[in-house]
């Protein structure tokens, strides 16, 4: 992130250094320096008319140097260094994701789909994001005019919805298919219907970003221009409305969604676990050879009805769905762990920026990068599970599985009771 007043706001953007010389956070022409102290900041007295000549008489006639904010220093010499090894990764990554996936294309998937959306997600923070990052520290100024300010930070935003909405898609979709698996016959329609919300979405709360930020011309360094925010909130309270409104729809309300999901998720696994270890206290039968015979014939009559293959692969496929679970849960993981502390320092600024202000500068800095790095660590999660040989199958053939599996479960039951009964009935 480039240097700037509000370090933790990515959503909103002021003039750098500028606001060491402004009450207010900003900047005005109109509201002239009355004095200065030893260092060069100052303060407005609005009963002066010309603040430049004001500034420039305090430096003896001439011009003040450039503050630290407004020039090539190292911190911006680390920053382009992490931005551009960053750059590097997340493109390559995802672009092989991306890749494979669409070679792929006539296997359907829907967990593969979402992987899709979440690449382009993750290839738009690289490929607008990250650059824009980089070229920004070396030129320290806005070099691109007020329509590049307004696409490049509306794309800049996007990016983050986009990967914090399909995280949510993902995780609804792992519930309905876990939680409720009778539900199977709507996956593909609902999936489809969540993608597109999570796009559409994503477009409308990035769209005030364009209309927000635009560039402005420092009042004293007037060939230096800036792409900011300034000048649009009536008052700093706005603006605080408009970052926490931000931090709410980005971050809070998908952590929830998504921590329940994965909650209900494993009530549901533990709940069924319980089930079936009590059926097998309940009905003793099970490990007696009278049961053997009936799972072979229940196999047998599944061949018949030409369902062989689903059921013959129960156990495999359950596996398999598991590890796509376990996929999904270390990819939303890892999306938390990445910008929580942002996030946390981010809300803790807005609320009491003094106590705030103590935290080192570059420790400011690396907890973006860390944060940007989310969409470099996206492609290693798929290659270490194996995604594109294991989910591809596993999720296709899930709904299958499921209804198979209840079946054969009942019809196994269903038998294995007439026996029990008929036996009981024997002896007595």
Known sequence: ???????????????????????????????????????????????????????????????????????????????????????????????????????????????????????????????????????????????????????????????????????????????????????????????????????????????????????????????YTQCVTFGFFPTPRHELAYNLFNLITVYVTPLVIITTSYCLILHKISKNAKLAKDRKKQFGIFRSKPYKIINLLSLIYGFLRNRPHHCARAGKIGKARIRTLKMTLVIVTVFILCWTPYFFMAAWWWIDKQSAQAINPKVQRGLFIFAVSNSCIDPIVYDLNNTFTTVTHSTSTEGLHVLCQIEFESSVLKRSTILQTETQQGNS
């Open 1 to 223: 992130m480039t240097a700037q007043e509000d370090p933790f706001d990515f959503f909103s953007y002021h003039m750098p250094d500028v606001s060491r010389w402004n009450i207010s956070g900003g900047f005005d022409s109109e509201r002239p320096y009355s004095s200065c102290t030893e260092n060069g900041i100052c303060k407005w007295d609005l009963n002066l008319t010309d603040g430049k000549t004001q500034i420039v008489n305090h430096f003896n006639g001439s011009i003040p140097p450039l503050p630290r904010e407004m020039t090539f220093n190292d911190d911006s010499v680390l920053s382009v260094i992490a931005y551009s090894c960053l750059f590097v990764i997340a493109a390559t990554g995802n672009l092989t994701v991306l890749i494979t996936l669409l070679r792929s294309r006539t296997i359907k998937s829907r967990v593969n789909t979402y992987i899709m959306h979440l690449s382009i997600a993750d290839l738009i923070v690289a490929f607008v994001m990250l650059p824009l990052e980089t070229v920004w520290n070396i030129t320290v100024s806005w070099e691109a005019g007020d329509a590049a300010c307004r696409i490049l930070m509306f794309f800049r935003a996007l990016g983050f919805y986009l990967s914090s909405f399909v995280l949510v898609t993902i995780s609804l979709d792992r519930y309905f298919s876990i939680v409720h698996p009778m539900s199977i016959h709507d996956a593909e329609r609902r999936g489809k219907l969540m993608i597109s919300l999570a796009w559409a979405l994503s477009v409308i709360a990035s769209l005030p970003q364009s209309i927000i930020f635009h560039v402005e011309r420092h009042p004293i360094f007037t060939w």
